[in-house]
T-cell receptor, first 115, second 116 residues
Framework: AQSVTQLGSHVSVSEGALVLLRCNYS??????LFWYVQYPNQGLQLLLK??????LVKGINGFEAEFKKSETSFHLTKPSAHMSDAAEYFC?????????????FGGGTRVLVKP | GAVVSQHPSWVICKSGTSVKIECRSL??????MFWYRQFPKQSLMLMAT?????????EQGVEKDKFLINHASLTLSTLTVTSAHPEDSSFYIC????????????FGQGTRLTVV
């Protein structure tokens, strides 16, 4: 079985400050890891993904995440928050075992950006 | 990038009626499509997985007779909420995967269903 835990359902940051969203996963097989962003009343947009290779992954809109196997983590960061970063962020894991193609999502973290 | 179109984006229906939601992959062939339900301020809950030409696989606790899923072609899957009730009101999101490589899934824009 696989699962995802996102620490903190809400994060408030000032514009220009560091954004750090935490994600820990459990998976019985080497995972594929994803971060998605969701704006109100919209679907999910892929920010970045880790499959194999380099553990530091760069995505769109200045976001990046680092896969740390020893810590079973895939935290998302952005050096400088922008007002447009206010949204809901979901970490997800996909395993290639019995779970097959299924994505398992974390509970989500809502980011509020203060001017 | 790959585009998944979901229609309608919102719908209001009366209790007891049925509502059909369409999910189309516009520029790729989707061998697998997924249907999710999202309650306000919550995460996505997978309802079912559908593979083109075969019956959908429903998650535990999801009523297959209430949420009918059809995946008749490689570019279209539909979710029909039958005999809708107010408790079915939710945000429904589909995603589609080509089944290749990492099998990355692309998401539709979601459908807000309100049953009155």
């Amino acid at each position: 079985a696989q699962s995802v835990t996102q620490l903190g359902s809400h994060v408030s940051v000032s514009e220009g400050a560091l954004v750090l969203l935490r994600c820990n996963y459990s998976s019985s097989v080497p995972p594929y890891l994803f971060w998605y962003v969701q704006y109100p009343n919209q679907g999910l947009q892929l920010l970045l993904k880790y499959t194999t290779g380099a553990t530091l992954v760069k995505g769109i809109n200045g976001f990046e995440a680092e896969f740390k196997k020893s810590e079973t983590s895939f935290h998302l960061t952005k050096p400088s928050a922008h007002m447009s970063d206010a949204a809901e962020y979901f970490c997800a894991v996909k395993g290639m075992g019995a779970a097959g193609n299924k994505l398992t999502f974390g509970g989500g973290t809502r980011v509020l950006v203060k001017p | 990038g790959a585009v998944v179109s979901q229609h309608p984006s919102w719908v209001i229906c009366k209790s007891g009626t049925s509502v059909k939601i369409e999910c189309r992959s516009l520029d790729f062939q989707a061998t697998t499509m997924f249907w999710y339900r999202q309650f306000p301020k919550q995460s996505l809950m997978l309802m079912a997985t559908s593979n083109e030409g075969s019956k959908a696989t429903y998650e535990q606790g999801v009523e297959k007779d209430k949420f009918l899923i059809n995946h008749a072609s490689l570019t279209l899957s539909t979710l029909t909420v039958t005999s809708a009730h107010p408790e079915d009101s939710s945000f429904y999101i589909c995603s589609a995967s080509s089944g290749r490589g990492v099998n990355e899934a692309f998401f539709g824009q979601g459908t807000r269903l309100t049953v009155v």
